[in-house]
């Protein structure tokens, strides 16, 4: 019975969301179809009309491709689960390997493979046809795949012994593997983040030192104001995949660097520049980073402590469609419906994390605009805004559910009052 009650939690959930999303991308796109037609007034003398018809254009065939992927993905989830495909992929794959560690991790990896098989169709035409049809795809087919293959294999070299150290605490650690799992789990997200910008990040992009004497100079005059030891300033080949510019700082401890895409070098004058590197900065001075590491961990050890407790409950497999083995471990698929089940009862949380994430680039630009020209920032906010055809009139619901930044006019309008 609970099993079946659960089941039409699930699927209540998965529907409401869906039509909730949906509802909220047909909003987004009549909103921007019905500002399409004039540049709102505070950009006219900076964005020409053909910009903004294209940066509607691209948003709106942006989020008709999300809208696909929604019904898509909705349908490849009750395949996996109520429809039997994990039921299918565990059977066939227990009498291949037998009922030991080889299953679980068999299961694991083959479900990761099926997925991004699934997956597959959606990324090529995101980038070989939306992204070119817009003019902002450079990546070669060659690139494209290679960049498929380096990343498979960072999924073995990295996932792997991963998820075989979990599924070991899980089988051998009693019933606090959760909180051994999740230690294990912080120290190995510790450890990219220390090796990802002299790495992982070189395996798909080349750095080097920025050399323009002027743009060094202010920023090592900046990182002297903010009392910021900057290790290094680089820059990114971004354009041999992109013709979207952004800036990044990444790293942590000694290993934490910024790095700008050489296309927003090319695009910004160098107070412009110092400007972005400032918000940027601003972001690290004003600890957000630590913030949210700090809450991803706190969260990581929540959920590690739900799995631990459904693994355990027979109604979570069944009523996912899955009828757990007895004479086998039933991590790896404990593992598996948990990541698919927890975005369906979760995502009415969606916009917490939105909130807080606006709310820190507000503070953010406020920083920039102490410590340089806020007119500068946002001079550079409106060059991005329109190099990268980002919409200038989002929809205010859709904005405030789903965006990580604040729309150009509000955020301007801040800068704006901090001059």
């Known amino acids: 019975m609970i099993s079946v009650v659960f089941s039409v939690l699930f699927v209540s959930f998965l529907l409401l969301t869906l039509v909730f999303q949906f509802w909220l991308a047909s909003r ?4 921007i179809l019905s500002n399409r037609v004039a540049v709102p007034a505070q950009f006219a003398e900076k964005i020409s009309l053909a910009s903004h ?4 254009d691209y948003t709106i065939a942006k989020t008709k491709l999300g809208v696909v992927m929604l019904m898509v993905n909705a349908v490849v989830l009750l395949g996996f689960t109520l429809f039997g495909g994990l039921q299918w992929l565990s059977v066939h794959l227990v009498k291949l390997t037998g009922p030991g560690m080889g299953y679980q991790i068999s299961l694991l990896a083959t479900f990761a493979l099926i997925s991004g098989v699934l997956e597959f169709p959606f990324t090529y035409y995101s980038q070989f046809v939306l992204e070119e049809k817009f003019g902002f795809n450079k ?18 070299v990295l996932g792997l012994p991963l998820v075989w150290v979990i599924l ?20 190995f997200q510790m450890l990219i983040m220390m090796i990802f910008p002299v790495v992982i990040a070189p395996l798909f992009n080349k750095f080097w030192p920025l050399d323009n004497a002027e743009v060094r100079e202010r920023i090592e005059n900046l990182s002297k104001r903010v009392n910021f030891a900057l290790k290094g300033i680089f820059v ?3 354009s041999k995949r992109s013709g979207h510019g952004n800036a990044y700082f990444s790293g942590f401890g000694g290993a934490k660097r910024i790095v700008f895409y050489d296309t927003l070098l090319e695009r910004l004058a160098p107070n412009e520049i110092e400007a972005v590197l400032a918000h940027e900065l601003g972001h690290f001075k004003l ?3 630590i913030k949210r590491m700090a809450v991803m961990f706190a969260l990581s050890l929540g959920f590690m402590a739900m799995l631990g407790f459904f693994k355990d409950q027979v109604w979570f497999y069944t009523g996912l469609g899955v009828d757990p083995m007895l004479l086998a471990q039933n991590d790896a698929m404990a593992m598996i419906l948990f990541m698919l089940a927890l975005p369906v009862f979760t995502f009415v949380f969606s916009p917490l994390g939105a909130i807080t994430s606006r709310k820190h680039e507000f503070e953010a630009d406020a920083f920039a605009a102490r410590h340089t020209n806020a007119a500068d920032l946002i001079t550079a906010l409106v060059k991005m805004y329109d190099d990268n055809s980002s919409t200038l009139t989002p929809d205010p619901l859709h904005s405030a559910f789903y965006d990580s930044h604040p729309s150009a ?8 009052a901090a001059q």
């Open 28 to 31: 987004h796109i009549r909103h």
């Open 53 to 56: 018809k294209k940066a509607a």
């Open 139 to 156: 990546m070669t087919l060659g690139l494209f795949f290679r960049d498929m293959a380096v990343n498979a294999l960072l999924a073995c």
């Open 168 to 187: 070991t605490l899980m089988e051998k650690a009693g019933s606090l593997w959760w909180l051994y799992a999740w230690a294990f789990f912080i120290a």
């Open 236 to 238: 990114m080949d971004g």
């Open 287 to 289: 600890k957000h980073i």
């Open 409 to 416: 006019s509000v955020r301007i309008n801040h800068l704006l």
